[in-house]
């Protein structure tokens, strides 16, 4: 009988290690305290209304427990799960002496590693539960990872950390990550060399390689966009999704298919999984936001896993990993998936409004507007 030998999370990030032999074990030690506070999560999600608490071994996280309804830094309501994510990754993460500070959507503010504990060259940027809304009706939610070098002076100083600080292009990340609480419980990371996904085996506690070298199909048929905002895109994307609903009687001579699953780390593992596109695009709705997602815990790190599978990331008109950060909670339109279709997108930005007004499906009325 052959056994197929089957990679821990662990001996996985031993492995990767040996490509850096000066490294000092602090980022493989970091990558581990952010999957324990994952599964930890997944516990959470997975006891649903039976409360998920019991037998709780964090004591200070038990203590939220009770947290009533309450508003973000974003003006969004917090769900007692989004409270409870992001006490897991700070507990978990703070104590082990690899961070310099950590941000995350759910505080206002970044995050100061508490003087008794050490402090170490990383900070951590997380939207420690994506898509919550679908908490309630029992659909796949995920958590949201990136991890940056922090500034020479801050690992000298060990000051605090201020905002500044995590204002790094994408392009800068050291790792990015995601893990989706769905049917299964999965962990998806980059560390820079190719997409690798585990599966948590419940048994173990472990995460398992289970998909390695994941890669984006570069064409698609798909696509995912909220169409309750027609209204408020911007041409280029009334263009774009215009000629895919016109399907195989449309410029694209191809039928395409939609998805709106609004867990945007679940339509991100759709995309790696089958490919596709992802848009959520700048638009007229909000003129205070630009674009409904936020660019250091959603887009960059989504943005990098995408890129590393040989997909594409972008603003619509530039690469997203280029992109300087100028807040810590930033917004931004977002596009990402299969490489020829994001690349049709950045195109469509590209062109002239003119050339775009003599395309006939332009010179009758969008099918999504009125
Ligand atoms: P979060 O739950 O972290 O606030 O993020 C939700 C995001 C994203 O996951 C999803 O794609 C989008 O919001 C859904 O937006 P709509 O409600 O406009 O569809
Ligand atoms: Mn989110
Ligand atoms: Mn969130």
Redesign the pocket.
């Given at each position: 009988m052959t056994t197929k030998r089957r990679f821990t999370l662990t001996q996985y990030l031993i492995q990767e290690r040996r490509r850096f032999p000066d490294a000092s074990g602090d980022f493989n030690a970091l990558m581990l305290d952010v999957a324990l506070a994952t599964k930890a999560i997944a516990r959470s999600v997975s006891f649903g209304e039976l409360g998920g608490m019991l037998g709780n071994p964090f004591s200070e996280v038990a203590e939220v427990e009770d947290v009533s309804t309450t508003v973000n830094v974003?003006g969004?309501e917090q769900k007692k799960l989004?409270v409870i994510s992001n006490e897991y990754f700070m507990r978990v993460t703070e104590w082990g002496g690899h961070l310099a500070g950590m941000a995350s959507?759910e505080m206002d503010d970044p995050y100061q590693i508490p003087e008794s504990y050490q402090r170490g060259k990383y900070l951590l940027v997380f939207?420690p539960?994506?898509?919550?809304?679908?908490i309630d009706v029992n659909v796949t939610?995920g958590s949201i990872f990136s991890i940056l070098r922090a500034p020479q002076d801050v690992i000298d100083s060990g000051r605090d950390v201020v905002e500044a600080d995590f204002l790094q292009p994408g392009r800068e990340q050291v790792a990015a990550g995601y893990v989706l609480y769905g049917p299964t419980t999965m962990l998806v990371l980059t560390v820079g060399n190719g997409v690798d996904g585990f599966t948590l085996d419940p048994n173990l506690g472990q995460f398992m390689l289970t998909h390695p070298d994941l890669k984006v199909p570069e064409n698609t048929q798909e696509f995912a966009i909220?169409a309750?905002?027609a209204r408020f895109w911007e041409q280029p994307i009334k263009r774009y999704v215009d000629e895919c609903l016109a399907g195989k009687t449309g410029p694209r001579e191809k039928d395409f298919n939609m998805r709106?699953?609004?867990?945007?780390?679940?339509?991100a593992h759709r995309i790696l999984m089958r490919g596709g596109v992802?848009m959520?695009p700048r638009d007229t709705k909000d003129p205070s936001k630009p674009g409904?997602?936020?660019l250091l815990y959603?887009a960059n790190p989504v943005g990098y896993i995408i890129e590393q599978a040989g997909g594409r990331a972008s603003t619509g008109r530039e690469p997203m990993l280029d992109v300087q950060p100028e807040k810590l909670h930033q917004r931004i339109g977002l596009v990402f998936g299969s490489k020829n279709e994001v690349e049709r997108i950045e195109r469509y930005h590209r062109e002239p409004q003119e050339q775009r007004d003599i395309n006939p499906l332009f010179a009758e009325r969008s099918l999504f507007r009125d």
């Open positions: 974003q969004e989004d959507e939207d539960l994506d898509g919550s809304s679908n939610v909220n309750s905002n709106w699953i609004a867990s945007m780390v679940a339509e992802f959520y409904r997602l936020r959603e």
